[in-house]
């Protein structure tokens, strides 16, 4: 980025972005119409994903900010796009304040075993969703279409399904229509997964059974939610495990009392070797999301060492992390 100077009054930055690919390349055929609306190249065509407003869309919001993109292509060579907003510098005043965080960090106690079904057929997608709900707890498994995703639910049933809508071979408005017309598997949610913003595919939706949806790209605090509503799952949080301290429970008590600290040395002891490498790389990392994933894999009967070590990482304490795992491996 670079500043602006408008006036005495106001600084204006530039903020320039850059993006290359080595990928397949855009001919210069094609890189005439990237821009208009409702126009793909011959990769989007062949690739029938898509509506060809993606580019135009881009194209109006930067210029609407001030700036303009920028697209140059070699066939068999790959690509670079840049583009340019302008930005006025906030003032302190303008500034948000920082908002705690109120962080899933695994399941609550005595809930049944869950099992989620993912109908996606990204791989990226159906990873995100695996590594936002396995780390917890839940069961997930994975299918590619409607179809196969009908053959999961008949032989595993499980208690939700989130149903990508655009896919190829059966897709999921279809597949939901063939679910909701089984007796016996019609009282399985399903949630639909839609990147479409239109209201029109909203209605679709409901229309085919789908008991909810949520449009892409969500927040993993979206996708919580929607389970709690639909399934009644109770999650754990960082800030709960924060006011756990105050409790009267002398595990919790050790990592603020040197004199008790042992207490809390001894559980992680216990612990295998690997399991313990990982939290100090994740403590080193000054990853919170990866403590709690590596905090997800301990059995129920851990719960205090999880408790612990979520209020260690929520408190920013990640030098405790690493001294606890050091200490851990070494003795």
Request: with cysteine.
């Amino acid at each position: 980025w670079h500043e602006r100077e408008e006036s005495d009054s106001t600084q204006t930055l530039q903020l320039d972005f850059a993006i290359e690919d080595t990928g397949e390349g855009i001919s210069a055929e094609d890189l005439d119409k990237l821009f208009q609306a409702f126009s793909q190249g011959t990769a989007g065509v062949r690739s029938q994903q898509g509506t060809g407003l993606g580019l135009a869309i881009s194209r109006r919001f930067i210029q609407m900010m001030g700036g303009d993109i920028h697209i140059e292509s070699t066939l068999s060579e790959g690509s670079s796009v840049t583009f340019h907003v302008l930005a006025d510098r906030a003032g302190k005043a303008d500034s948000p304040a920082l908002v705690p965080k109120h962080q899933v960090i695994g399941l609550a106690p005595h809930q049944p075993s869950y099992r989620i079904l993912v109908v996606e057929d990204k791989w990226q997608n159906r990873e995100l969703l695996v590594q936002l709900l396995e780390p917890l707890g839940f069961e997930v498994r994975e299918a590619e279409h409607g179809a196969a995703g009908i053959d999961l639910c008949r032989s595993w049933h499980p208690h939700l399904v989130w149903m990508d809508v655009r896919m190829p071979v059966m897709d999921g408005l279809e597949a939901t229509r063939h679910l909701k017309a089984d007796p016996k598997l019609n009282s399985i949610p399903i949630l639909a997964l839609t990147a479409s913003t239109l209201d029109d595919e909203q209605d679709l939706v409901l229309a085919a059974g789908c008991d909810d949806f949520v449009r892409k790209p969500f927040r993993a605090e979206t996708l919580y939610a929607k389970l709690s509503e639909h399934l009644g799952v109770r999650f754990r949080y960082a800030d709960e495990a924060l006011e756990a301290n105050i409790a009267p429970n002398p595990l919790l008590k050790s990592h603020r009392e040197a004199s008790n600290w042992q207490e809390c040395r001894a559980q992680v002891k216990r612990l295998s070797a690997d399991w313990v490498a990982d939290l100090y790389r994740a403590a080193e990392r000054l990853d919170e999301d990866l403590v709690s994933a590596t905090l997800a894999r301990l059995p129920a009967e851990r719960d205090d060492v999880k408790t612990t070590i979520a209020a260690l990482a929520a408190s920013v304490r990640f030098d405790r992390i690493m001294e606890l795992s050091k200490w851990a491996v070494r003795s």
